[in-house]
């Protein structure tokens, strides 16, 4: 029986003749992919690349993870349930199982589990939908350099200019207000509360407030504590629902499953999405606060709201997380990460730099969109995936597989230091 690896070559201008001009990643990463492995991949030239960008976030355990490939392989071949909208299976029960047993039960956190459908923007639509039914109303409150997703609810969200405009049409009934540090003087809270509680200042009182607690696509903006922290505050006095989208910081990105556990909060509703399916199969979860789950039966439905391979994966992928070996790996590698960003921004000045992230989503602010968009183009050439974050594109972001070992960053931070030094030399 052939294979995808038995047929002829495909080429650049395949892409260039037939696909879309809005396709992006194909022109960053300008080369035909044919395989992954764990932190690797290799184009059909046979050249091998460390993968410091895994699918955006999608990828937090890797490409093509063993077990988790013998596991979907074995259920296709069984003839088990594929396609089934939100009716029970085998694979979506064992699913809801373990997620409580292993996430929800030991943070004490009471959720109901709801199918969206399959990507992040999914689940952002639906948090705001249910936020608008449990409160009446129809504001809500997201925060500068946010991101959210592409559809129109989400769009409405999120903060970028370009992103926003394709829209086509005006996005209403959302209210930016500015995250934690956007501000140089004057804390944002005392802002954003300024705005509450004076009927006169032209903010309707929100449903909800959205955000991430590190800004992926914004900039790697990372929320302190103590602002999260104080943002939950005002939600509760004020009685709006406060929605976490943890789609890329989440699922042990930040060294924690849910990206918001250290800061002590407990938001009223979750979303995940990105690496929740483990082997980067679509899925979304939106985690709902027991007393807010006032669903109507299909009131909100998708014929892609149950990817049962995808339960198959997402339910293997959670026994990383049955113990907390995992997250002290991931806690291990990050001090790597950050003290390498430290090193970055103190050797060479000329970047400007500025350190971003947590956990193992971190980045540098260079001064210019420019120097960033080289460095990332530089390290592609030698053999690295990783890409641009930021309103101008400004910071290179690092964004590796939380699997990959300790050869695999030191030999990623090798080829990013000589793509700098390459760009700097210019």
């Known amino acids: ?17 037939h696909e879309s001009k809005v396709r992006s990643y194909s022109r960053s990463f300008p080369t035909v992919f044919k395989k992954a ?43 088990a349930i594929t396609h089934s909208l939100d009716m029970a299976t085998m694979a979506r ?3 809801l199982k ?8 030991p943070r004490n956190l009471d959720y109901k589990v709801m199918f969206p459908g399959p990507t992040g923007t999914n689940t952002v639509e639906s948090a705001l939908k249910i936020a608008r039914k449990v409160t009446g109303r129809n504001t809500v409150i997201s925060f500068t350099n946010g991101f959210h997703g592409m559809t129109i609810g989400s769009l409405s969200v999120t903060g970028n200019a370009s992103k926003r405009g394709g829209a086509g049409i005006p996005l209403n009934n959302s209210v930016f207000m500015p995250f934690d540090d956007y501000v140089d003087s004057g804390s944002s809270l005392d802002y954003i509360e300024a705005f509450l ?3 006169s200042s032209g903010v309707d009182l929100p449903a909800a407030m959205i955000l991430e607690t590190v800004q992926g696509e914004g900039g790697i903006n990372a929320a302190s504590y103590e602002w999260l922290q104080g943002i939950e505050k005002l939600c509760k006095r004020f009685g709006i629902l406060l929605i976490i989208d943890d789609v890329q910081a989440g699922c042990g990105r930040t060294g924690t499953f849910f990206s918001f556990e250290p800061a002590g909060i407990t938001p009223d509703i979750v979303c995940l999405s990105k690496s929740i399916g483990g082997y980067g199969l679509p899925m979304a979860l939106t985690l709902i606060k027991s007393k807010y789950d006032i669903w109507e039966p299909g ?12 339960f198959v994966t997402a339910t293997e992928a959670l026994k990383y997380w049955e113990t907390n070996n995992f997250s002290q790996e991931i806690a291990k590698k990050s001090e790597m990460m950050s003290a390498f960003v430290d090193f970055l921004v103190h050797e ?21 969109g420019e120097m960033s968009e080289q460095i990332c183009e530089n390290a592609f050439k030698r053999g690295l995936l990783m890409e641009t974050s930021g309103p101008e594109g400004e910071v290179f972001k690092f964004l590796p597989p939380l699997i990959i ?3 695999g960053l030191e030999k990623g931070f090798q080829i990013v230091e000589d793509s700098i030094k390459a760009v700097l030399d210019k």
């Open 348 to 368: 060479y000045p000329q970047l400007h730099g500025e350190k971003r992230g947590r956990g193992l989503m971190q980045g540098v602010a260079c001064k210019n």
């Open 197 to 199: 509680v004076n009927s």
């Open 299 to 310: 009131e909100h439905n998708g014929t892609f709201r149950g990817n049962n391979m995808a």
């Open 93 to 95: 029960g064992e699913f």
């Open 405 to 407: 070992d300790e050869e």
């Open 37 to 79: 492995k764990g932190y690797k991949l290799w184009d059909v030239n046979n050249r091998e690349y460390i993968d410091f960008f895994a699918g955006a976030g999608a990828l937090n355990y890797g490409h093509n993870h063993d077990k988790m490939k013998e596991l979907l392989i074995k259920y296709i071949e069984e003839d």
């Open 1 to 17: 029986m052939s294979t995808i690896m038995d047929k002829p070559e495909i080429t650049m201008d395949v892409f260039e003749k």
């Open 98 to 105: 373990k997620f409580n047993q292993v996430i929800l039960k």
